[in-house]
């Protein structure tokens, strides 16, 4: 297998990567793409979180310290663009791009030229993005919901934020398209569609997804695009228009959105969890039917974000019992989890670690998205501090841990080298002390009473917000361990071609690093599974 | 001013100790609706403390007896379907107790039929107007002189020398105990939403819709509470303070605000 592999490299030698900048700009390399996206969503990561010190800085203390009022709002708002749109799904993207093919032995993406385009727009469009923070009337201050009347306040740098958004959604929706088409296509002769791993699995419905919601989210804004220019009154009660149907239509973009952002991130942990538990994933199928059934319900729940809109009853009840639903496949995953690692040999590297801690903390944030989905109580969390802490919850130690699990993971695989396992665990264990400082306190916060998106509070919350402060500037000084990890990366002893102990995956039967071009010609995966028992 | 006289004669001012100093949990409320949406949040809470006992307590104990170091041999097995069943059917059955309590309170939430007091509520960039519907009262509610001077960056105030900094308005919104009260809100530019914790309500004021919420409160009191939905620069400075007082003071207050607004009327003219 191996050599088979390593054959037909050898045999295309002269497609080796162009020289200087142009194999950048013009590569249609997966391998690349899928670096220039994980980069990319680095950046992002430490511009938003700039961002978010920015925040909790000022809101330390009561009082107003650093920043104006209009100046916080900016920053809450594109924080969380740049965070969901600039870090989280590309980082996923990027993962996609490098793995998918490797784990389903193709030889690159479907469609390498619109892979180039799905990447180099989202430069473009944070570019735009980020550019209105200079612009008459600064940033978008509407919160990243936008909802309107008040996102058609916003400046000069309206269009702007518009467009960007568009440009934000044709890069995920080229991206979806390629990874449907390579999923459903390229895959090894004989890995039929139940035997691909869970990352490719869960990678698939979120492409689905993708498709399904990006749309949406484009026709909402371009519905405010026109409002605010060309005389609609899609939005504006004035013209007889209805602001609440803008909530409708970005909640049906947004739930679905917020499993975009998990439901990869389960596929990372359950490819992990099997492997320093040294055992096979536990329900398998059963975890594809609940990411599945996941996907469906994700479409019906959207208005358990408006619970305080004032809906009728009926409609009240129907969204609180879906939602309720939901928590039964997320309820099977973490089952599955947990039953995986029973009776396994577990050992506990960086990756693994950060999947435990990934099962541990994303099920803290699926409790407090049960008690947000029981309506009447949601009456009362929604828009404080509970609800921060429940998606942040869900979005730090959850999306991003499992991202920083499978960087670790498969990081000795693309450079060829370990990195740093001490500098790996450290940033791990101060990870994970610092964003439960960061985020448990909000909860207090908020059914103390304190909404969101608010400069300066009343003097009784002064405890907990100083604390997660605290926790916000240790956690963001975590993250400098990953930067020197990366850095280091290509200095640790030489990795195996299989790296750890019992992976199982295609991707563990091409050389470490990767050749520039793997599995030229399909592997078999009966042949790769033989030869690791 | 009126108010604070009034107020000081029945021995109703000051700050309430409404607002605990550290508080850690939901207030129960002052309405039957607000102690029985504290009491479903804390069964639903207690459901998820008990279910990640569970679930953390099996995690935990394999993570250290099936680790590699203490020399555990990995088992093989990866189905097991009489587990599988198990743990989607008792969830579903958990679901099942919370849902059922939870739909009853929230039927009678909607059930805003026959109030004494209807108030319409209307949300401006960055202060409320309440308007009485039935005793023809109207005044707009800011936020409070001290905390707009201690606000500002370098204002050279220290909040905690103010007085429920942030959560102080000039004119509070006086209503009945005991009686039950209508809100019916709108906006006059942006989203905003009404929101007092110890009423439990919660509710989303947009232009061009009325929203209804309806309470009863139980006691008399201050109770506070702010905008909770994003409106701009000022959102974090529209705070919301309700008056509960004994009926009889009510009545007193409506009829002294009445005349007040007749004088200046008067005085106008
Ligand atoms: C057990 C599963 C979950 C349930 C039942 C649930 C439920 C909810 C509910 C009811 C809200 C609305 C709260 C409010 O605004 O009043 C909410 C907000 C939110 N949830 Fe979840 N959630 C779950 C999992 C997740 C996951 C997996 C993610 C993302 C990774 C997520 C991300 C978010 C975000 C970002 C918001 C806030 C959006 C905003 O208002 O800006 N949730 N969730
Ligand atoms: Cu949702
Ligand atoms: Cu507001």
Redesign the interface.
């Known amino acids: 297998m191996t050599t088979a592999v390593a054959d037909s490299h050898e045999a295309h030698e002269d497609h080796g990567p162009a020289k200087g900048l142009t194999r950048w700009l013009f590569t249609t390399n997966h391998k690349d793409i899928g670096t220039m996206y994980l980069i990319f969503s680095l950046v992002m990561f430490f511009v938003g979180g700039a961002m978010a010190l920015i925040i909790r800085s000022e809101l330390a203390t009561?009082?107003?310290?650093?920043?104006?009022?209009?100046f916080f709002?900016q920053m809450t708002t594109v924080h969380a663009l740049v965070m969901v749109f600039g870090a989280v799904m590309p980082a996923f993207v990027g993962l996609a791009n490098w793995m998918i093919p490797m784990m389903i032995g193709a030889p690159d993406m479907a469609l390498p030229r619109m892979n180039n385009w799905s990447f180099w727009i989202l430069p473009v469009a944070f570019g735009m993005l980020i550019s209105t923070l200079f612009m008459p009337g600064g940033a978008p201050?509407?919160?990243w919901t936008m909802?309107p009347?008040?996102v058609l306040?916003t400046g000069d740098a309206f269009p702007f934020l518009i467009f960007s958004v568009h440009l934000m959604g044709l890069s995920s929706i080229m991206g979806a398209i390629n990874i449907i088409v390579t999923i459903l296509n390229m895959r090894a002769p004989d890995m039929w569609l139940l035997k691909m791993p869970m990352f490719v699995w869960t990678w698939l419905i979120t492409a689905y997804l993708l498709i399904a919601v990006m749309p949406v989210l484009a026709g909402a804004v371009t519905m405010l695009l026109t409002d605010q220019f060309f005389g609609t009154s899609f939005f504006l009660?004035?013209g007889g228009?209805?602001?609440?149907m803008f909530q409708h239509i970005f909640w049906f973009f947004g739930h679905p959105e917020v499993y975009i952002m998990i439901l990869p991130a389960f596929g990372v942990v359950s490819e992990i969890i099997p492997t320093f538990?040294?055992?096979?994933?536990?329900?398998?199928d059963?975890m594809v039917y609940a990411a599945s059934c996941i996907a469906f319900l994700s479409f019906i729940v959207w208005a358990h974000h408006m619970f305080?809109?004032?809906m009728p009853?009926s409609g009240?009840?129907f969204f609180?019992?879906a939602t309720?639903?939901i928590?039964?496949p997320t309820?099977?995953k973490?089952?599955n989890w947990?039953?995986t690692?029973?009776?396994?040999?577990?050992?506990?590297e960086t990756p693994m670690l950060f999947s435990?801690a990934f099962?541990?903390l994303f099920?803290?944030g699926g409790?407090s998205g049960?008690?947000l989905a029981?309506?009447?109580?949601d009456?009362?969390y929604?828009?404080?501090y509970f609800v921060v802490a429940h998606f942040h919850y869900v979005l730090v130690p959850g999306s991003i841990f499992a991202l920083m699990a499978g960087a670790y993971y498969w990081l000795p695989k693309w450079t060829g080298h370990m990195y740093n396992e001490t500098a790996g665990k450290w940033h791990f264990w101060l990870s994970t002390i610092f964003v439960n400082l960061t985020f448990f306190p909000m909860h207090?916060l908020g059914?103390?009473?304190m909404?969101r998106?608010?400069?300066?509070?009343?003097?009784?919350f002064t405890?907990f917000n100083t604390m997660a402060s605290v926790g916000a500037i240790g956690f963001g000084v975590s993250q400098l361990i990953f930067v020197y990890v990366l850095l280091t990366a290509k200095k640790g002893a030489h990795a195996t071609d299989r790296v750890w102990e019992a992976p199982r995956g295609l991707e563990w039967t091409v050389p470490s690093p990767a050749p520039y071009h793997t599995f030229d010609t399909p592997p078999k995966l009966r042949v790769a599974q033989e030869s690791f028992e | 001013m009126i108010r604070k006289s009034l107020l000081s004669v029945l021995g109703l001012t000051g700050a309430s100790a409404a607002h605990a100093d550290w508080a850690l949990n939901m207030p129960k409320g002052i309405t039957e609706l607000s102690a029985e949406t504290y009491d479903l949040h804390m069964m639903v809470f207690w459901w998820c403390v008990a279910i990640g006992i569970v679930v953390f307590g099996v995690m935990i104990f394999s993570l250290f007896k099936h680790r590699k170091s203490v020399g555990a041999e990995p088992a093989s097995f990866s189905h097991s379907t009489t587990a599988e069943v198990l743990w989607t059917a008792i969830p579903c059955v958990i679901l099942l107790i919370m849902a059922v309590p939870a739909a009853e309170t929230m039927i009678r939430l909607e059930d805003s039929r026959d109030p004494d007091v209807s108030i319409v509520v209307t949300g401006y960039q960055w202060k409320w107007h309440y308007k009485y519907q039935d005793e023809g009262v109207e005044f707009y509610s800011s936020l409070a002189l001290p905390s707009v001077e201690a606000r500002p960056k370098q204002s050279g105030v220290d909040p905690f020398s103010v007085e429920n900094y942030l959560l102080e308005v000039d004119r509070p919104l006086v209503v009945p105990r005991g009686k039950k009260v209508r809100l019916l809100m709108t906006s006059n530019d942006v989203n905003h939403a009404w929101y007092v914790p110890e009423l439990a309500i919660k509710k989303d004021a947009i232009p061009g819709i009325i929203n209804e919420a309806w309470f009863r409160a139980e006691e008399t009191g201050t109770f506070r509470g702010q905008c909770a939905e994003l409106c701009g620069k000022d959102h974090g400075y529209m705070p919301i303070v309700v008056e509960v007082v004994e009926a009889d003071a009510y009545q007193a207050w409506v009829d002294t605000r009445k005349a007040g607004d007749a004088q200046v009327a008067q005085m106008e003219k």
């Open positions: 009561p009082g107003l310290q650093f920043v104006h009022p209009e709002n201050a509407s919160g909802y009347p008040l306040q009660a004035a228009g209805d602001p609440v538990s040294r055992k096979p994933l536990f329900g398998h059963s305080t809109v004032g009853l009240q009840l609180m019992f309720m639903l928590a039964v309820g099977v973490i089952f947990v039953a690692m029973w009776r396994g040999a577990m050992t506990f435990l099962v541990f099920t803290i409790f049960l008690m029981v309506a009447p109580a009456i009362q929604h828009d404080t207090f059914l103390a009473g909404p998106r608010i400069p300066d509070y009343s003097t009784q405890d």
